[in-house]
């Protein structure tokens, strides 16, 4: 393949994840999006940061140099949500709650790794990695505090490097490129469920650096690191007649977390490798976004200020799985997880009801040819039921008099069915010939 159709294939192949991207409930601990490897997912992502397939750099860009010449993979991840509500708002005497409030969605994501030499190699990826889409009814107990519609959808791009130090250790390092675009709609029931909102864009940057390690044929560790990126957002308040407060152009800026990953693979036996995660990610600095009037001073909304009162706790995740390789052709794999909620009680709401979840995945690779493979993965999420309770008694940073006492409880469940092509746009090199020997007579 020449360097020209090389380019134009990686261009194009680019544009296209950057394009077809869909609006996802937030699905792992926050606003976090947690679906980027159909192969990770099968093991319920344990010991992804460790390698394993080309995805795995999206946690740890230093497992570029686990692949050979010049390889995509591309993913596609089906989330199927369930989120309902059930609450009463003693403020405007109503006990409305919701149906399902959570969008079924496609999220894509791809990689493209290329090794120059026997030490260097490039990558690129290209993801989601946060976002939120919920649709809630004008009228119901929650109103402003759940929001009629709202969204984030991310776009993140991540050239990359990696190094081979010698036959066991690793380096990698990348720059983040992330464009966000968020939306909040909500209602004043006080002004008849009058519509609002806040909407924007923006660009954020961070990077990314890993190492791996091999210190035996068996054992392969990866601790990859994910910067926290500031997101920028300029965008507009929209109020209705009568609410009083600033309309017109804010701006703000959201503090999105550093993630850290420990990934480990064992080979217990010739067929069987064990896998185990520990990953870490740094919520509690999100704290309160503030949304600014171009004078720097915060905007207001019916006679209170415009504030995100996010304030999360750090969010945790563990994993366990193992893989058993079935024969050349297909491999088998499984685990299950832990993710322990950067949401808590006392800041829970409607928008994000977010808590404690129980992963249970399942998973496969099929290798069709020497160039091409697929991998299969399906993941149920059991969510812990999550009290709300927004009162000025609760402490509750989200209450507003305005939008009145609401408490009640958020019911989720979801549903995760991902695909991924791989493939290796050059030539392999050929299996050395085995030649046998006998001892002249």
């Excluded at 997101?231 to 309309?247: D, E, S, Y």
């Excluded at 997880?337 to 249970?360: G, H, Q």
Aim: hydrophobic share 40%; proline share 5%; aromatic share 12%.
């Amino acid at each position: 393949m020449s360097s020209r159709c090389i380019r134009s294939w990686l261009l194009a192949c680019t544009a296209i994840s950057a394009v077809c991207v869909a609006s996802v409930e937030a699905n792992a601990g926050g606003l976090a999006v947690r679906e980027q490897s159909a192969y990770g997912q099968g093991s319920s992502y344990a010991g992804v940061a460790a390698g394993g397939s080309l995805s795995s750099m999206f946690w740890n860009p230093a497992t570029l140099t686990q692949q050979a010449g010049l390889q995509s993979e591309t993913v596609l991840s089906g989330l199927i949500p369930n989120t309902s509500n059930t609450g009463t708002n003693t403020t405007y005497g109503s006990s409305v709650g919701t149906g399902n409030v959570g969008l079924s969605a496609l999220v894509p994501s791809s990689y493209y790794s290329w090794q120059i030499n026997n030490q260097m190699w490039l990558g690129l990826s290209v993801n989601l990695p946060f976002g939120l889409q919920e649709s809630f009814p004008n009228v119901w107990a929650g109103n402003g505090y759940g929001a009629n519609s709202n969204s984030l959808k991310t776009y993140n791009a991540t050239p990359s490097f990696a190094y081979r130090i010698n036959n066991w250790i690793s380096v990698g390092a990348g720059v983040q490129l992330q464009y966000a675009q968020p939306t909040l709609g909500f209602s004043y029931a006080a002004l008849g469920n009058a519509p609002a909102s806040l909407s924007g864009a923006g660009w954020g940057y961070g990077f990314t650096a890993g190492v791996t390690m091999t210190p035996t044929q068996n054992l392969s560790v990866g601790l990859g690191y994910r910067s926290a990126i500031n997101q920028k957002i300029n965008g507009t308040l929209v109020l209705p007649a009568g609410a009083g407060g600033t309309p017109g152009s804010i701006n703000a800026t959201i503090n999105l977390p550093d993630i850290v990953s420990l990934g480990v693979r064992y080979a217990i036996a010739p067929r069987w490798t064990a896998m185990g995660t520990i990953e870490w990610s740094n919520w509690s600095r999100i704290g309160t976004t503030n949304i600014l009037q171009p004078n720097g001073a915060l905007a207001i909304a019916g006679g209170s200020t415009v504030t995100l009162p996010f304030q999360f706790s750090d969010g945790w995740f563990y994993s366990v799985g193992a893989e058993y390789q079935w024969n050349p052709q297909l491999a088998f794999r499984g685990g299950v997880a832990f993710e322990k909620s950067p949401v808590t009680d006392l800041v829970r709401m409607p928008l994000i009801p977010d808590n404690d979840r129980l992963w249970l995945s399942t998973g496969a690779t099929y290798k069709y040819s020497a160039k091409m493979s697929f991998d299969f993965a399906y993941s149920h999420v059991f969510v812990k039921d999550a009290p709300i309770n927004i009162t000025a008694a609760s402490g509750n940073p989200w209450f507003k008099a305005i939008l009145g006492n609401y408490t009640g409880t958020a019911s989720s469940s979801l549903d995760i069915v991902s695909v991924a092509l791989k493939y290796r746009w050059d030539d392999p090199a050929p299996e050395p010939v085995k030649q046998r020997y006998s001892k002249a007579k």
